[in-house]
């Protein structure tokens, strides 16, 4: 029997990237940001969400592809790392799907300009390529703790 899991399928410069929806508290508009001094050059600012002081990265300076957009359809997916919750930009998060596990791929060396390093594996949606992210190597709390 097929081993399915469920994830929440976000783009990035017109790629398609996906992360396993346990990772993923909620999705969020983008609010208003406050800055804080000498934070690392990806985090773009904290802001409250349901009482907790959450830390908000751009996942696409992170991952050097330029810089998150922010429009109607960008969005922040609140993340558990580290058991602490952490925002990362998205220009859109699109869907939720089932993945047959057994369909993804090991990753090539390089996928959509993101190292190989980053990546848990390829999985095919009808036509189109889905890079699955692991998030616990892209992202370490400690960088972006601002307790």
């Known amino acids: 029997m097929a081993e399915m899991s469920k994830y929440i399928i976000f783009e990035l410069n017109s790629e398609r990237f996906a992360i396993n929806i346990q990772q993923v508290r909620s999705i969020e508009k983008l609010p ?4 804080m001094p000498q934070m690392p050059e990806s985090m773009k600012g904290i802001f ?5 002081i959450t830390p908000v ?3 696409k300076e992170k991952l050097e592809m330029g810089q998150a957009n922010n429009d109607e359809e ?3 997916l609140i993340l558990t790392i580290d058991e602490k919750p952490l925002g990362v930009i998205v220009d859109k998060a699109t869907e939720v799907v089932d ?3 057994s369909t993804i791929e090991a990753p090539p060396e390089m996928v959509a300009g993101v ?3 980053y990546i848990t594996g390829v999985a095919k949606s009808g ?3 889905i890079v699955i992210l692991d998030l616990d190597r892209i992202l370490y709390y400690e960088e972006y703790n601002v307790s």
């Open 74 to 76: 960008t969005r922040i």
């Open 32 to 35: 208003e940001l406050t800055t």
């Open 99 to 101: 993945i047959d596990e």
């Open 57 to 59: 990265i751009d996942l």
């Open 127 to 129: 036509e189109q390529l």
């Open 48 to 52: 409250e969400l349901r009482g907790a």
């Open 115 to 117: 190292d190989r390093e």
